[in-house]
């Protein structure tokens, strides 16, 4: 059985910066696509980031292309994404997800992903 666990969420004043990470457990995941979402009150979950965990191949939401980066330790099964020059916008629940698909064409849906964390909060303040 596939886990996710999220941590790193907290508040921070904008401009300043969090790390999140997502230990997975339950298979192997050399093959897997590890994508991080969030969603706001009121809107939809919207995609934000994801690595293809052989070769390493990232993928970003426009929004946050340039401030965040998202990377995988091997070792140690975890993913992390690591969120620079927060802005009060980036205030969500964020979600890790993982996808066993050997395609990447829809790899920023949501249907994408099989496997779901419970989610982290980050608020970010003016």
């Known amino acids: 059985q596939v886990q996710l666990v999220e941590s790193g969420g907290g508040l921070v004043q904008a401009g300043g910066s969090l790390r999140l990470s997502c230990a997975a457990s339950?298979?192997?995941?050399?093959?897997?696509?590890m994508g991080w979402f969030r969603q706001a009150p009121g809107k939809e979950r919207e995609f934000v980031a994801a690595?293809?965990?052989?070769?390493?191949?990232?993928y970003y939401a426009d929004s946050v292309k340039g401030r965040f980066t998202i990377s995988r330790d091997n070792a140690k099964n975890t993913v992390y994404l690591q969120m620079n020059s927060l802005k009060p916008e980036d205030t969500a629940v964020y979600y890790c997800?993982?996808?066993?698909?050997?395609?990447?064409?829809?790899?920023?849906?949501?249907?994408?992903?099989?496997?779901w964390g419970q989610g982290t909060q980050v608020t970010v303040s003016s």
């Open positions: 690595i293809r965990w052989s070769g390493g191949m990232t």
């Open positions: 339950g298979r192997t995941f050399s093959g897997a696509t």
């Open positions: 997800a993982a996808s066993f698909a050997t395609s990447t064409l829809a790899i920023k849906e949501r249907s994408y992903y099989a496997y």
